[in-house]
């Protein structure tokens, strides 16, 4: 009669408590990572920069932008190539050269950068 017996419960503990644990945990990092989005969301319609708006060229089809750059005396065109789809134009003036970045599909002045001469007579390093 005593082989008829059932064995004893168990002492009511999972038998995998580190996977319990592994599941709750990532139970929480989702509600967390949820709730941070959310939050998120909230704070970039609540606080939304404004956007500048482009500039826009309205041209009529056929019509060509203008664009019109002020040299000073004495000034003349180096060398002009394109680069990256912007127009680069070299000026030679007495004082030093200068190079002018050009968007040329919304007809702006993007850089311009200016290299002196140095003095007569000045140290060169």
């Known amino acids: 009669m005593a082989d008829v ?3 004893p419960p168990p002492d009511n503990k999972p038998a995998n408590r ?3 644990i592994l599941v709750i945990g990532l139970g ?3 509600l967390v990572v949820v709730a941070a989005m959310i939050g998120m969301a909230i704070r970039n319609v609540v606080y939304k920069k404004p956007v500048a708006a482009a500039p826009t060229i309205t041209t009529i ?3 060509v932008p203008e664009l019109a750059l002020d040299l000073p005396a004495g000034a003349t065109v180096a060398e002009t190539h394109i680069e990256a789809g912007n127009l680069l134009v070299r000026v030679t003036t007495p004082t030093g050269d200068e190079i ?3 968007d040329p599909h919304a007809a ?3 850089a311009r950068i200016k290299l002196n001469k ?3 007579g000045a140290p060169t390093p």
């Open 5 to 7: 017996l059932s064995p």
């Open 18 to 20: 580190g996977l319990w």
């Open 28 to 30: 929480i990092a989702i």
């Open 61 to 63: 089809p056929g019509d």
């Open 100 to 102: 002018f970045i050009i």
């Open 108 to 110: 702006k002045v993007v």
């Open 118 to 120: 140095p003095a007569a």
